[in-house]
């Protein structure tokens, strides 16, 4: 497959999520942060029933970084880690894959914070 065509389909999975998340928006009344964690808890769900793992392999990034790719993520950490170590796995294999991007957003958001001088309103 092209990289064309590959970078083509992965604006139009990632595009897809969030047009959906637009429609959420103007039509529900939910709040951002509901619908955050609707994509978060829905990309678990959609890999626990074997869904989402096809949609990874044919979008590439256009699934793997919106929010349901975080979900994605976690799921995946929690399978192999409960394959290892048993229920101990389940317990931190979620947070052992999805570590380096917890970390860098926590790092990321503490500098831009010190960089803008950020403050109460």
Do not use: E
């Given at each position: 497959?092209?990289?064309?065509?590959?970078?083509?389909?992965?604006?139009?999975?990632?595009?897809?999520?969030?047009?959906?998340?637009?429609?959420?928006?103007?039509c529900?009344?939910?709040?951002?942060?509901?619908?955050?964690?609707?994509?978060?808890?829905?990309?678990v769900?959609?890999?626990?029933?074997?869904?989402?793992?096809?949609?990874?392999?044919?979008?590439?990034?256009?699934?793997?970084v919106?929010?349901?790719?975080?979900?994605?993520?976690?799921?995946?950490?929690?399978?192999?880690?409960?394959?290892?170590?048993?229920l101990?796995?389940?317990?931190?294999?979620?947070?052992?894959?999805?570590?380096?991007?917890?970390?860098?957003?926590?790092?990321?958001?503490?500098l831009?914070?010190?960089?803008?001088?950020?403050?109460?309103?």
């Amino acid at each position: 497959m092209s990289l064309l065509l590959q970078c083509g389909i992965a604006f139009l999975v990632g595009g897809g999520f969030c047009a959906i998340g637009q429609l959420l928006i103007d039509c529900t009344g939910w709040t951002p942060a509901r619908i955050l964690v609707s994509y978060v808890v829905g990309g678990v769900f959609l890999t626990a029933v074997g869904v989402y793992g096809p949609l990874v392999r044919f979008a590439g990034a256009g699934a793997t970084v919106p929010l349901t790719g975080f979900g994605y993520s976690l799921a995946m950490g929690v399978r192999q880690a409960t394959a290892q170590y048993g229920l101990w796995g389940a317990l931190c294999g979620g947070l052992s894959a999805t570590s380096a991007g917890i970390a860098t957003a926590m790092l990321l958001g503490l500098l831009l914070a010190v960089i803008c001088q950020s403050g109460d309103k």
